[in-house]
């Protein structure tokens, strides 16, 4: 089944603590990136990549990194997490970037304490 | 998401009768949409897409209409049936970029 899967589903965890978000596609797609999603600010991008290598920088990237070494993981990567980051993430990947749908993950629910 | 929803318009419609969402579009370059679902805890869900060189396109039960003169995007989904019951939001693609510009969305309620 073609899927985009997101580990862990739900994290506490406390400021300053180090975590990883991972994301995984078993669709072959080129293109992957990472939203945030919260309360009536709707989706916003954080990190995209086009391919293995090579990223950029979406509408909110402070605060994260990002890493493409193989195509099919995009994990996201939180080196000193803060509470203004706790939010609901997301893992798309499409089969290009542009004029084509993503496909999501089933979110991830990150609690910063 | 569980709490998404908190800040949204609400557009609550019968069992069996026809449902419009509408959106606004803010790029004038953009010449890819898509319409996404979200229930409860899940992730967007694509719905249908279309592209700036059509004003009309159908699906099943989905019909997604564009206005590039005002940068608007409808859904009308008919029969609404219970299980539409989520939050709609559009995206759009300005043209030859990767990024995507997503509203905040609308929750559609089916009543009984």
């Known amino acids: 089944e073609a899927q985009v899967t997101q580990n862990p589903r739900y994290l506490i965890t406390v400021t300053g603590k180090k975590l990883t978000v991972t994301c995984s596609q078993n669709?072959?797609?080129?293109?992957m990136s990472w939203y945030r999603q919260d309360p009536g600010l709707g989706l916003r991008q954080i990190y995209y990549?086009?391919?293995?290598?090579?990223?950029d920088k979406g509408d909110v990237p402070e605060g994260y990194k990002v890493s493409r070494k193989e195509k099919r993981n995009f994990p996201l990567i939180l080196e000193s997490p803060s509470p203004n980051q706790t939010s609901l993430y997301f893992c798309?990947?499409?089969?290009?970037?542009?004029?084509?749908?993503?496909?999501f993950g089933q979110g991830t629910r990150l609690t910063v304490v | 998401g569980e709490n998404v929803g908190l800040h949204l318009p609400t557009l609550s419609v019968q069992e069996g009768d026809n449902s419009i969402i509408n959106c606004a579009y803010s790029?004038?370059?953009?010449?890819?949409f898509i319409w996404y679902k979200q229930e409860s805890g899940k992730g967007p869900q694509f719905i249908i897409d279309i592209r700036s060189n059509m004003d009309k396109r159908q699906g099943q039960r989905v019909t997604v209409l564009l206005n590039k003169t005002v940068k608007h995007l409808s859904l009308q989904i008919a029969a609404t049936q219970p299980g539409d019951s989520a939050v709609y939001f559009c995206a759009e693609n300005p043209s030859g970029t990767y990024k995507y510009i997503f509203g905040t969305g609308t929750r559609l309620k089916v009543l009984a």
């Open positions: 798309a990947s499409s089969s290009k970037g542009s004029g084509t749908e993503a496909f």
């Open positions: 990549s086009m391919n293995v290598e090579v990223t």
């Open positions: 669709m072959n797609h080129e293109y």
């Open positions: 790029n004038s370059a953009s010449d890819y």
